[in-house]
């Protein structure tokens, strides 16, 4: 997102372009990025977590060769930072939503993600092409981050990132994922993690309105999440656990009435 945001943000400013050329130019320097990635992970077939690793330190170099190292400041230029404002950031917010939300409920690719998701090898005996689904992952992936790299751009001054300093917003948006995915048990993938996101969003900026200092933001976030997470994989055995000792003091109360 970062590297994406640097191209082509000084592509556009170097050759006055207009908002529109910028937004599908961002779509497709991040699908071209996005995509490397995914290539790599087919050719070696090695956990997603080291090829991203790996992919982030090459990025993070690139971000500071690029343009100088330069970074840029899209905000400077009021036409091509409209999309951060109201309303556009709203319309733009929807529109990514209801692209999701359909991708996820009613293609073949969602049926798909999901079936691989939930068990790979009974998907693939089943027919499910896994590489084609996941360059059709990194590919959708590439679109999103394109729009996303633009409104981060267009609100703030993008600069160079180095020794794993980007990894802070990955780690940062896992809160909010991990919410979003329980919560999508109750309505679907796209409200529940727009709603995990309001919800650690409210949850974070209510520990720094009552002077939390950061750190000590990022310690309880963190442990909220451990202990969500805990709790929500362990539902049927704290359940248990409840009912039967509801059930013993119930019993022990009864004796005592005896």
């Known amino acids: 997102m970062v590297l994406t945001a640097i191209i082509a943000g000084n592509i556009a400013i170097n050759y006055h372009m207009n908002i529109g050329m910028l937004f599908f130019l961002s ?98 005996n089943n027919g499910v092409n896994e590489k084609k689904n996941i360059i059709m992952t990194y590919f959708i992936v590439g679109v999103f981050i394109g729009i996303a790299s633009l409104l981060n751009a267009s609100k703030a001054v993008v600069a160079p990132e180095s020794n794993l300093s980007s990894t802070y917003l990955m780690f940062s948006s896992m809160g909010a994922v991990l919410v979003g995915l329980y919560l999508s048990r109750f309505s679907n993938l796209s409200l529940g993690i727009f709603a995990g996101t309001i919800t ?51 019993s022990k109360n009864q004796e005592k009435r005896i």
Do not use: H
Not at 45 to 71: D, Q
Not at 212 to 231: A, E, K, Y
Not at 232 to 245: D, H, P, S, Y
């Open 27 to 124: 779509i497709g320097i991040a699908v071209i990025l996005s995509l490397f990635e995914g290539v790599l992970y087919i050719l070696f077939r090695v956990p997603t977590m080291i090829v991203s690793l790996g992919i982030v330190m090459l990025y993070e170099a690139l971000s500071g060769l690029v343009f100088n190292g330069s970074g840029v400041r899209l905000f400077m230029y009021p036409e091509l930072s409209i999309l951060s404002r109201q309303p556009y950031c709203y319309l733009v917010l929807a529109a990514v939503m209801i692209c999701f939300w359909v991708l996820m409920k009613y293609t073949k690719f969602g049926f798909d993600s999901r079936s691989l998701g939930d068990n790979s090898v009974l998907a693939v």
């Open 200 to 250: 650690m969003g409210i949850f974070s900026k209510g520990l720094t309105l009552y002077g939390l200092p950061s750190s000590l933001n990022n310690i309880i976030l963190g442990v909220f999440i451990v202990v969500f997470m805990g709790c929500t994989t362990n539902v049927r055995q704290i359940t248990q656990f409840l009912r039967r000792n509801l059930s013993f003091n119930t």
